[in-house]
């Protein structure tokens, strides 16, 4: 007669420590791989952390350059559209024709700001600031993007203007004869017809608009430009430069 044994019969129950042990190599092994993963998660943030701010300081260093620019520009500006304010002031706009026109040409040139920001709106986008926990460097920061913003709509206000008045001022200005300043046309620059003081109202307000927005755009640049340098130095400290 074939006699069944029942396996579990001979299989030794395991007591409360063996179980624990192997819970706790379990809990262990768990625990060690989550500290491993925040660990390279540390570190990769960390990685593009660093990334992020070497990216900004060079974005900075070139608007460093710019700010130069810009202020070399507006101290040749702002002469030119304050000779130009005297001229129509003195009514002698057809005193010396040439010079008329080229201040009206020069003071009118199209100015459009190009400060950089795509390193730092890069860095805002991907949520690159959440990493930054220098708070000095983060309130800087703040302000100086705050004050290129300013800057910029401050401009475009002022174009906006610009824009709005150029049809009556250039209807009082002989501007068709003008172009052979820029070296084109052959036709000799006409002289202004006898302004009426409403004209030459319009006319002053139009190019004070000007000279009032050099003088503030070089003061705003000098202002960022010193931003600027504090930035650099704070992230030459961070970065270890």
Avoid: W
């Avoid at 819970?23 to 625990?31: G, H, K, N, R, S």
């Avoid at 709106?121 to 290129?148: C, P, W």
């Avoid at 009426?196 to 000279?211: A, D, M, S, V």
């Amino acid at each position: 007669m074939e006699v069944h044994h029942h396996p579990d019969l001979h299989h030794k129950k395991k007591n409360f420590k063996e179980y624990f042990l192997e819970f706790l190599m379990i809990f262990l092994a768990v625990t060690l791989g989550f500290f491993a993963e925040n660990v390279r998660e540390h570190f990769d943030e960390e990685k593009t952390t660093k990334q992020y701010l070497e990216d900004f300081r060079q974005e900075l260093l070139q608007n460093k350059d710019l700010y130069q620019r810009y202020d070399s520009l507006f101290a040749q500006k702002i002469p030119a559209a304050d000779s130009l304010i005297k001229i129509f002031i003195n009514k002698k706009e057809n005193d010396d024709l040439l010079t008329t026109a080229c201040l009206i040409g020069f003071t009118r040139q199209v100015f459009v700001s190009t400060i950089s920001k795509a390193a730092y709106d890069q860095m805002v986008n991907s949520g690159g600031l959440k990493y930054i926990h220098d708070g000095a460097f983060r309130d800087s920061l703040t302000i100086y993007e705050g004050g290129i913003y300013n800057f910029d709509k401050y401009n475009e206000i002022v174009d906006d203007y610009r824009s709005d008045a150029f049809p009556d001022v250039s209807s009082i200005e002989p501007l068709y004869s003008m172009l052979q300043i820029a070296g084109y046309g052959n036709l000799p620059i006409a002289p202004f017809a006898k302004l009426l003081q409403k004209e030459r109202t319009e006319i002053l307000n139009f190019y004070n608009i000007y000279l009032v927005r050099y003088i503030s755009d070089k003061i705003i640049a000098h202002r960022l430009n010193k931003m600027n340098d504090e930035l650099i130095k704070m992230l030459d400290i961070m970065l270890n430069k």
